[in-house]
Every structure is written in C-alpha cells, then in structure tokens.
C-alpha cells in the first residue's frame, strides 16, 4: 500500500465513522471522495437517508461497469477511547475498523487509482453494520457491472468466499390469556406457552458447531411480552429469531418447522435475504484465484460465509453476476485491538489489478 494511502486509511480511522453517528459516517464519506477526486477518480455522492453515500468510477460517465467493487466506510462503536488513534506496529495497522471495513476501502481506491484505464468502479457504503440498506438503494438506482462484482469485506488470510447464508428474522409470538400472577390457575401464561415451544425447537434444531459445519443455524436473540408489572400474567410473548439458511427455496420449510414444533401459528417475518451461491468454476472466480496465486505464490481457499455482508443485496438484485468476497489480513475485528496487515494490503491491491486485466 502506498504511503499516502496509508495516511487516508489513517485519517478514515481518526473520523470514527461509527454507523448511527450520521456526521461521523458522512465526514468519512467526505474525506474518500475528496481523495478519490484528487486522483482523477469520478465520484458520483447519494444521499440515503441522511447518509452520504459514494460511487466511485474509472470512466468519465454512467452507472455501469465491468468490475464492480464494494466496501463500507462505517464502522461499530469503539471498544476503547483511543481506538481512532491509529498506530502501526510490526506491519500492522491498528484502530477501529482497520480490519472492518476501512482498511479494505482504501485497498479499492487504490486500484481504483492504480488502473485509470480499465473497466472499474465501487460503491462505499455507510451502513453495512446496521443493515447494509445503503448497498440496496445504490443498486436500485442502476449502478451494476457486467462481469462481476468483489465485495471486500472481512475473508482475508488467503482466503476468498462465494457463498453466504441466507437470513430470516422472524418473531413468533404465544397467544395465552392473561390474569394475576397470584393467581396462575385462572390464566394461560403465554411466556410458558412459548418457552415450552422454544425447547422443543431447539432440541429438533442441530445447530452447527463449527465454521466447517454448513448446516442452517437458529438463534433466539430477543424476547418480548404484553405484560408491564411484576404481578401480571401476559395474555402474550414474543421470541424474536435469527435464522442462517444453506439453500434457496427453504424458507417456507423453515417457518412450517418452526410453527409445528413451537405450536405458535403467529409468526412475521421481518427480514429475509436469500443466501449468495456463486458457482466458484465461473471464469470470475477462477480468473481471481489465478491473479492470487500468481502475485502470491500461494493457493488461495474457498471458504463460506456464515455471517452477512453487502454481497447479499448484489445476488439479490442482479442473481446472474459472480460476486467474490475477499479481505485484507486481519484480526480483532468488533474488538479492542483491531488490526489489518498493510503487507497483505500491498498483495490485496496487486491481485484485483491484476484480475482487472
């Protein structure tokens, strides 16, 4: 990575751009486009929902290219008051979203930067840690490529992914009937109703334990309920769930499960995104292990993605462009001590140049 690429990662850290602080996120937003305009780089700004949002093209005009990057300028809130205070030390980079995302960011402008004469763009994103809505809008207003697309975020250590899992969130909700807590046999508790049905779930539901386990995953991540004093049974509750899915075309199967063995007939679905395959013997995807192996030396990894990135919005909208996630080296991400290998930044830069060709 170059030195004054360096020093941008290093000013996109001091902004804390963390992702509900909408001045924060848009400062970063600000200091990325003053960069990329300075280079020559033509930089188209949406605003969604008070975000400033960036596309970043090579070519004088248009929404579309043949490559299309993505990464975010966001970030999650600091685990330490000194982590915008970024430092470098044995080749590493340290400061909050040195690993998640900025670090990668800068990589793209500077291949942006690097290849003036080739089909390139990317779309910088500010919300990728609160949902990503962000990356759905810049699509829906016609920015796309035609050759494929390489979201940089988080796979790193000679590693690339071209499948995530897809995900539902949907809140179940026991309906009982209500009464004084002093008095249980003139109710139907429906926290018991849904405990009940969430034990039966999760002794049916084998979660994975491991990342090599590709299986569908279900967390309960929130739990709800009608009543607001300590002495009143609720009429009724709610448990909210995080599900991970493998395959397209389940997800009805997936709620039918959760209805029989809960028992709970009312369930809404609050979000759902269908997992990203991309076929990894598609020219996209072996062209890229091609340049990694070549710049490297190394034999890069396919790996899957149990969690979510941008990536999702790209299959989503357009199901017939490959997308790639790859990453800078990194470590601590979401935790104090965050860090990405500037070394393997210079590689990362080398290697989709080199796919650029």
Not at 240 to 255: Q, S, V
Not at 297 to 308: N, P, S
Not at 313 to 341: F, K, L, M, S, T
């Amino acid at each position: 990575m170059k030195p004054e690429f360096v020093e941008l990662l290093k000013q996109l850290i001091a902004s804390a751009p963390v992702s509900a602080d909408t001045p924060a996120v848009n400062r970063a937003s600000a200091i990325m486009e003053d960069f990329l305009k300075a280079h020559g780089i033509r930089v188209v700004r949406e605003v969604i929902d008070g975000k400033n949002t960036l596309y970043a093209s090579v070519l004088p005009e248009g929404k579309e290219t043949e490559v299309l990057f993505n990464a975010h300028l966001d970030v999650v809130p600091l685990n330490t008051p000194y982590q915008n205070q970024p430092y470098i030390q044995d080749g590493r980079l340290y400061g909050r979203g040195a690993g998640d995302d900025l670090g990668d960011a800068v990589v793209v402008a500077q291949v942006l930067c690097d290849n003036p004469d080739k089909s390139v763009a990317a779309i910088f994103t500010t919300d990728e840690e609160i949902g990503g809505h962000t990356t759905d809008e810049m699509l829906k207003l016609g920015y796309r490529c035609t050759r494929g697309a390489v979201v940089l975020d988080i796979p790193g250590e000679n590693t690339i992914s071209c499948q995530e899992k897809g995900m539902i969130v949907v809140r179940v909700t026991a309906h009982g009937r209500g009464g004084h807590s002093a008095l249980p046999w003139t109710a139907v508790n429906a926290i018991d109703m849904l405990m009940e049905g969430y034990q039966k779930l999760r002794k049916a539901w084998a979660n994975p334990t491991s990342e090599d386990d590709w299986v569908d995953s279900l967390s309960a991540t929130g739990i709800t309920c009608s009543s607001k004093a300590h002495n009143v049974i609720p009429d009724t509750a709610s448990i909210l769930f995080n599900i991970r899915y493998t395959k397209p075309g389940t997800e009805e199967a997936i709620l039918n499960k959760i209805k029989t063995l809960t028992g709970c007939d009312d369930l809404e679905v609050q979000l759902n995104f269908v997992p990203l395959f991309c076929n990894e013997d598609c020219e996209f995807v072996q062209n890229y292990l091609r340049c990694a192996k070549k710049i490297t030396g190394q034999d890069y990894k396919l790996k899957k993605m149990h969690g979510a990135t941008d990536a999702r919005y790209i299959a989503w909208r357009y199901p017939d462009i490959p997308v790639i996630q790859a990453g800078v080296r990194n470590g601590n991400i979401h935790d104090a001590g965050e860090w990405c290998d500037l070394e393997d930044a210079g590689n990362l830069i080398r290697i989709c140049s080199e796919m650029l060709k």
